[in-house]
């Protein structure tokens, strides 16, 4: 069931039976931490309806939770009517002691619907609640050491005081995760930028610390006595808002933030260098690198413990160590093609040099690993890419081409020798500016994407995802889609993206017989023998109006209640076009019965006029004159299709109709009909 954001938040009021159905959106929970090897109470609050919640969905592994059932729920008055609000839930969540730290992303599922995506945090250290009532400088909130700090910057002004107890030349570390757990929040208009600073008894100011992961803050601290401690955590514009929770950790034990090296080859264990206050209470950590390509978060190992996880890219290609001095291009690092060099810009205004050998026309990829992680943890390089000719010239570049690491493709001119130049982009340095480049041939690949995240249909309804292939490095192949695990009684249909186009449509139908469920699913493309995972993308509301999207891990399906629109009707499921020939699709819906309100017609996902989906085949257009797409609380209308004159031909290229339900001036909702197959023939 689609989501599109529209204009602009209205109250949010719970309607009754004659209204349309919503989902709860998640906008914040208390704690929002939990410490792995126990079980703890979290309550997950937000918008909309969290009545009737039966399961809870977390991303990963070693973390789960129940709904707990309210002992008094509110009833309607009229049996028939929605669910009285409910803006909250409480869930029961426990993490296994070997639960991998960080954070998670959840969805709740309700018979209204799945809820938006939240964000928990997974911690190694005990978890302490923020007292009732603002703490105060002269009256600060006790915390141990080690602790997460639970709280809320709930107001403008809002100020939270914490003390500890250390000792002389102890080096503590200070987090916060605030900022990063606000970016997948459905509807929040501001975002919060936390501000950490720490005392004496006395009052006087000794550290501080503002962005360091985004809008994050993290101090590392060495007490310059015995004694007693406070720590201050507010927001750095002295804003406030009751959905602004934050997790604080406060730790006297090793905390790395990054490791140097940054990749390893798979199954290899190495000994590396943690960077951040790990450095300054011992030296190397060992790691053992997963066996299969690709980024992942590991364990530093220090005397047989566990510290924090940090980022670690794992590659076949053949590795090497830059060679200081590399200032120039005489002193540059040789690097074989393929093969990867772990590097860092150790001091202010460094250059790093490495050469290759090109050969004329075999186009090469050259990318840097820095700042991309999933992990919040990340280096704190922010890279300049460029290749230079044997004379020493400039001959291509990148800035940004992943977030803030550099990538180009770069296609030699002639045989011979050539450098790259590695630069921070403000000549900035340090330990904790690492980096790995890698040089290989650029070798035809593909990615796909899918719009919405989540699917919600009640039982004999369907609703539509729009996939969308990027191709690169001339592959031009077909892309057959799949989609594993979904619930009992939901079906998908066959997809394959020709080579011709870049996006597709899959319709998700629940049977009749579909009982309350939810489950994550996975939609993954196959080419030869490549496969590749889709990335889902969750939809967040821009203020003005727009709609936002942003990367998710975890694409989701519910069977919920009975539909808004039980059924969207139309009366062919195979179209055969001529080019320059129109067709007319006749839609009809059958609504729930309590449901008459507004609805609209589209076969492209859309929004404010920007298109988000079309699915349509090369071509082939909607005639928007000619199609009857606004219905107000008519239960009929129609979409004309026109194939160009100069339209390729195809073959049962799936489409859908899709009936928009607004829920407010937020968000609408799309029920499909079933597949519509188009083929353009001559």
């Given at each position: 069931m689609h989501r599109v954001i529209a204009l602009a938040l209205l109250p949010l009021l719970i309607a009754p039976a004659t209204a349309q159905t919503s989902f709860?959106?998640?906008?914040?929970?208390?704690p929002t931490a939990i410490q792995r090897g126990t079980t703890a109470e979290v309550t997950v609050e937000g918008q909309m309806n969290f009545a009737g919640a039966y399961k809870v969905l977390i991303a990963g592994q070693g973390v789960t939770a129940e709904v707990v059932k309210p002992k008094d729920a509110p009833k309607p008055a009229d049996p028939k009517a929605m669910p009285v609000a409910m803006k909250s839930v409480k869930l029961?969540?426990?993490?296994?002691?070997?639960?991998?730290l960080g954070v998670r992303e959840f969805r709740i599922a309700s018979d209204l619907g799945l809820s938006s995506l939240g964000q928990l945090v997974v911690v190694a250290d005990p978890v302490i609640l923020e007292a009732a009532g603002a703490s105060t400088l002269a009256k600060p909130q006790a915390a141990l050491v080690p602790s997460v700090v639970c709280g809320r910057i709930e107001v403008a002004e809002n100020v939270d005081y914490y003390k500890f107890r250390t000792t002389a030349g102890k080096v503590l570390t200070f987090e916060v995760t605030c900022a990063r757990i606000q970016d997948k929040i459905h509807d929040l208009q501001k975002h919060a930028d936390p501000l950490i600073r720490v005392f004496d008894t006395t009052g006087r100011e000794l550290a501080s610390a503002d962005d360091d992961f985004f809008a994050d803050p993290v101090l590392t601290f060495t007490a310059p006595t015995d004694g007693e401690y406070v720590v201050e955590i507010r927001d750095a514009k002295y804003d406030g808002d009751p959905r602004w929770a934050y997790a604080l950790a406060i730790t006297d034990q090793p905390y790395a933030s990054i490791a140097f090296p940054l990749a390893l080859s798979p199954s290899t264990t190495s000994w590396v260098e943690p960077v951040g206050s790990a450095k300054l209470n011992l030296g190397k950590s060992s790691v053992t690198a997963p066996s299969l390509p690709g980024i992942h978060s590991v364990p530093l190992i220090v005397a047989n413990r566990g510290m924090n996880l940090v980022p670690l890219v794992v590659t076949n290609v053949p590795l090497v160590q830059e060679v200081e001095p590399n200032e120039t291009p005489k002193q540059a690092t040789w690097l074989t093609i393929p093969g990867g060099a772990n590097a860092r810009i150790g001091v202010k205004g460094d250059?790093?040099?490495?050469?290759?050998?090109?050969?004329?026309?075999?186009?090469?990829?050259?990318?840097?690993f820095a700042r991309r992680f999933g992990t919040p943890l990340c280096s704190r390089m922010d890279g300049v890419l460029e290749v230079l000719n044997a004379a020493g010239a400039v001959i291509a570049s990148n800035d940004d081409a992943n977030g803030k690491d550099p990538m180009l493709l770069f296609t030699p001119t002639a045989d011979g020798e050539y450098i790259v130049r590695i630069r921070h982009l403000n000549n900035k340095g340090g330990d904790g500016f690492v980096y790995y480049l890698e040089a290989d041939f650029a070798?035809?690949?593909?990615?796909?994407?899918?719009?919405?995240?989540?699917?919600?249909?009640?039982?004999?309804?369907?609703?539509?995802?729009?996939?969308?292939a990027t191709r690169v490095n001339g592959f031009e192949g077909a892309i057959k889609v799949d989609v594993e695990g979904l619930p009992a009684g939901v079906s998908v249909n066959p997809l394959t993206i020709p080579a011709n186009m870049t996006q597709g449509c899959l319709v998700l139908s629940a049977s009749k017989e579909a009982k309350l469920d939810a489950a994550v699913v996975r939609v993954t493309g196959h080419a030869g023998t490549e496969r590749r995972v889709a990335t889902p993308v969750e939809e967040i509301y821009f203020p003005g109006g727009g709609r936002g999207r942003f990367d998710a891990g975890m694409q989701s399906v519910g069977i919920t209640g009975p539909s808004d629109l039980l059924e969207v009707n139309v009366y062919t499921n195979k179209i055969v076009l001529k080019p320059g020939q129109e067709t007319t699709i006749n839609v009809t819906l059958k609504r729930r019965p309590d449901y008459d309100k507004t609805v609209t017609l589209d076969v492209l996902l859309r929004h404010l006029g920007s298109q988000f989906g079309n699915p349509l085949p090369p071509g082939v257009t909607m005639v928007e004159g000619k199609s009857k797409t606004l219905l107000g609380t008519a239960s009929a209308g129609t979409i004309v299709l026109k194939a160009a004159a100069d339209a390729p031909e195809c073959t049962d290229v799936p489409i859908c109709v899709q009936g928009y339900v607004p829920i407010n001036f937020v968000v609408k909702v799309g029920y499909a009909s079933e597949p519509i197959l188009v083929s353009v023939k001559k």
């Open positions: 709860p959106m998640v906008t914040h929970c208390t029961k969540v426990s993490a296994a002691a070997d639960a991998p250059l790093d040099h490495f050469a290759f050998t090109g050969s004329k026309g075999k186009t090469l990829r050259l990318e840097v070798r035809p690949d593909f990615s796909l994407k899918v719009d919405p995240s989540k699917a919600m249909i009640g039982p004999g309804s369907r609703t539509a995802w729009y996939v969308q």
